[in-house]
C-alpha cells in the first residue's frame, strides 16, 4: 500500500504541467565487483543482465568501482541522487548487496546535506551541471528497494572467506559494516528489504538463514554492533525468526528505523548471484519495480 501511494503521488506531481517538468528515475546501485562496470556510465546494466529488461521508469545503471571502501566511491552514488533525484525530478531506488551500504552509507552522511538542483545531462565522468544555481535538502527518494543488503556486513569477510585483499572486503567485516554510519538515519526513506534463503557452499560460516554470501541479520535489515542467527519460522536451529515487515525478531532483536522486510524467502528458493541475467534475489525485486516504479 506504501508503494501504490508513493507512486500515484510522483504520478500526480509529474502530471502538475510541463512547467514543472518532472521526471522520475530509476537508479540501480550494484554491490561487490570487480570494476568491469565503468563508474560514471549510467548506460552500463552489465552487472545486473540484459539492458533491454524492464526495470523501472527511466532506468538508470549507478556503476563504481565496486572493490573500494564505501566512503572513497560514495561520491559517485552522490553524483546519480544529484543528477536525476534533485528539482522537479524524483526517484526510485533499488540496490544489491554492498549497493545498500552506498546508499544507506548517502543518506545517513549527505541526506541532510545542502545538494545543487542539477540538469540530468551528465558528462563522461557522470556529473551533471546546475540547473539553476539553487540547492535543496537531500534528494527526492520515493523508496528503496534492497536485494540482499549487505549494510549488517557479511562473515565471509570476517573470516576472510573471499581470500580477496580489497578495500571494501575490510567494510564488508560485520562489525565495521554496522558502525560505518548510523543505519536509523535513512531520512524518513523506507528501505523494502529481500532476503534470500538459498544459501549451501557456505551455510557453516554464514549465521542462520543465507543466500551463499549474506545472513538474514543483515538482509533483513536486523539492528544492533553485530549480527546473529535468524531464519524462517520453524527452523529449530536458529537463535531466532526474521519476522516480515517492521515487525522485531522473534528474539526481540529490533530492525534499523524505516527498515521492513518485503520478502522472506521462505521457499528458500532465491540465491544472492545476478548471473549476468537479473536472477537470484535480485528477479524478485526487478519485478516489484517494474510493478511500482513508473
Known sequence: MKKLISGAVVALTALVGAEASATNYTLWIHGRNSATTKPGNYSDFSYWGPSSASAGVNKKAVNWNGTQRVSVENYRIRDALDCYCTGNNWCYIA??????????????????????????????????????????????????NVASGAAGGSELADVGEWLASDPLTSDLVTTTARALYNHNTTRSKWFYMFAGANGTFYSGILSGQDDEAVAYHSTGGVSGSSGGSYCNPGDWFCGGTLNTGTQACSDGKAKWSYHTVELRDDGEDYDHYTDGNW?????????????YAY
Open 95 to 144: 540496490v544489491h548487496s554492498a549497493g545498500n551500504l552506498q546508499i544507506g552509507y548517502a543518506l545517513s552522511m549527505y541526506g541532510g546535506s545542502q545538494r545543487y538542483k542539477k540538469n540530468a545531462s551528465p558528462n563522461s565522468n557522470g556529473a551533471c551541471g546546475n540547473l539553476d544555481g539553487t540547492t535543496q535538502t537531500g534528494w527526492n527518494i520515493k523508496w528503496v
Open 279 to 291: 536472477s537470484g534475489i535480485v528477479g524478485p525485486v526487478r519485478a516489484d519495480v517494474v510493478k
